[in-house]
């Protein structure tokens, strides 16, 4: 079973849409979460992490985290096209030392 | 932020070598790194937790002694890929984490390394 799914897409949005990404994941025992974008050929970037279950927002993104549901997505309001890469989901495991990612999730935004 | 430089970006050897890819945290304490593989259009694979001063711990699958990892000081960890071969072949990444940044988690990661066997 793996430990982070995600929706590989790939997903498109034309601009100025909203762009909703979503990830779940295995472990219930799990801490933190992470969404982090990835450009071709480039390695990730963190775009945001969030603990507690609810909301958290920064600028045009907002994370939601449910651990009930063990479910955590990435709402991106007034999409631009440079938003267009790979979305990767990761999650610090149990014992709060070992990172797992999602396979990803591609997205185009279209001007 | 924190930054991990990784090196080298690029590398392309001969079936049976090795080569070594270094990851250094250039202005912080990382008392763990860790290292990713990732195929083309494919997520990162979780190889090992490299830990400084002890070794390595490596998941499920991944062949310790073909995967060399060192980690002798806070600021600089190794990845030796031993005796290579054309599957080895994929972009590896290390990241760290800033100790004094532990209570947030976040992973910073180096540029990675693409490695080609030929």
């Known amino acids: 079973q793996k430990e982070v799914e995600q929706n590989s897409g790939p997903l498109s949005v034309p601009e100025g849409a909203i762009a909703s990404l979503n990830c779940t994941y295995s472990d219930r025992g799990s801490q933190s979460f992470f969404w982090y974008r990835q450009y071709s050929g480039k390695s990730p970037e963190l775009i945001m992490f969030i603990y507690s279950n609810g909301d958290k927002e920064d600028g045009r993104f907002t994370a939601q985290l449910n651990k009930a549901s063990q479910y955590v997505s990435l709402l991106i309001r007034d999409s631009q096209p440079s938003d267009s890469a790979t979305y990767l989901c990761?999650?610090?495991?149990?014992?709060?030392?070992?990172?797992?990612f999602g396979t990803g999730t591609s997205l185009t935004v279209i001007p | 932020g924190a930054v991990v430089s990784q090196h080298p970006s690029r590398v392309i050897c001969k079936s049976g070598t090795s080569v070594k890819i270094e990851c250094r945290s250039l202005?912080?304490?990382?008392?763990?790194m860790f290292w990713y593989r990732q195929f083309p259009k494919k997520s990162l694979m979780l190889m090992a937790t490299?830990?400084?001063?002890?070794?390595?711990?490596?998941e499920q699958g991944v062949e310790k002694d073909k995967f060399l990892i060192n980690h002798a000081s806070l600021t600089l960890s190794t990845l030796t890929v031993t005796s290579a071969h054309p599957e080895d072949s994929s972009f590896y990444i290390c990241?760290?984490?800033?100790?004094?940044?532990?209570?947030?988690?976040?992973?910073?990661f180096g540029e990675g390394s693409r490695l080609t066997v030929l």
């Open positions: 990761a999650v610090n495991g149990r014992t709060g030392n070992q990172f797992y």
């Open positions: 202005d912080f304490q990382a008392t763990t």
């Open positions: 990241s760290a984490r800033d100790l004094e940044l532990a209570n947030t988690g976040e992973l910073f």
């Open positions: 490299s830990n400084e001063g002890s070794k390595a711990t490596y």
